[in-house]
Every structure is written in structure tokens, then in C-alpha cells.
């Protein structure tokens, strides 16, 4: 059975940091290209941050570029976002995604709220 748990989210002040975890079962988590996605209260789901299969590879969404950081271990098949300069705009649910290119599996989410 394949799963995606994330975890580490929660509330923060503006200005903070926070350390987002997707840990990985079921699959060959070296063979997979992650994803950090968030949704925020009526808005759609956008991509946050993406990863290739090694690491090498990352790009950010605009508006958090320089402020997140996106990594994987794949030793420890667990995806993180480290998110320093919190803004209140970066409130929403947090979902990791990993894809194969054939399948494509989702977490749950964590939510983090970034509010004085």
C-alpha cells in the first residue's frame, strides 16, 4: 500500500519558519518526481515547489522563490520544504505529490497558517 504522510505544519508568525516532511511507502521513492503543492481557502490547488529524481533538479513557484527550499533523501524516502520569511499569504494546506510518469500519488496534507 502506497502512502505520502505529511507532517510539521502548524501555526507560526509572520516571518517564521517551518520544515514540511513527506515520508514514503509502498514505492521505489528514488524512481519518483516530488512535488509541494497548497491550497488555500477557496483558491485552487498551485504548485509550490518540484524535484527531480536525484535532487538536482528543482524550480519554485514565483512567489516563494528565496524563501523555500525544497530537498529529498531518498535513503530516508522522505521529501521536505523548508520555509523561512513566512507571509501570511503562505496559509493553505500543504499536499506532496509523487509521479512516476505512469502514477501519480498523493498526501494528505498539513495545514500551516502564518498569522500574528
Known amino acids: 500500500q502506497v502512502q505520502l504522510v505529511e507532517s510539521g505544519g502548524g501555526l507560526v508568525q509572520p516571518g517564521g519558519s517551518l520544515r514540511l516532511s513527506c515520508a514514503a511507502s509502498?514505492?521505489?521513492?528514488?524512481?519518483?518526481?516530488l512535488t509541494w503543492y497548497r491550497q488555500a481557502p477557496g483558491k485552487e490547488r498551485e504548485l509550490v515547489a518540484h524535484?527531480?529524481?536525484?535532487?538536482?533538479?528543482?524550480n519554485y513557484e514565483a512567489a516563494v522563490q528565496g524563501r523555500f527550499t525544497i530537498s529529498r533523501d531518498n535513503s530516508k524516502n522522505t521529501m521536505y520544504l523548508q520555509m523561512n520569511r513566512l507571509r501570511p499569504e503562505d496559509t493553505a494546506v500543504y499536499y506532496c505529490?509523487?509521479?512516476?510518469?505512469?502514477?501519480?500519488?498523493w498526501g494528505q496534507g498539513t495545514q500551516v497558517t502564518v498569522s500574528s
Open positions: 509502498g514505492i521505489t521513492f528514488r524512481d519518483y518526481v
Open positions: 505529490q509523487a509521479t512516476d510518469g505512469a502514477t501519480t500519488y
Open positions: 524535484i527531480g529524481w536525484s535532487g538536482d533538479a528543482t
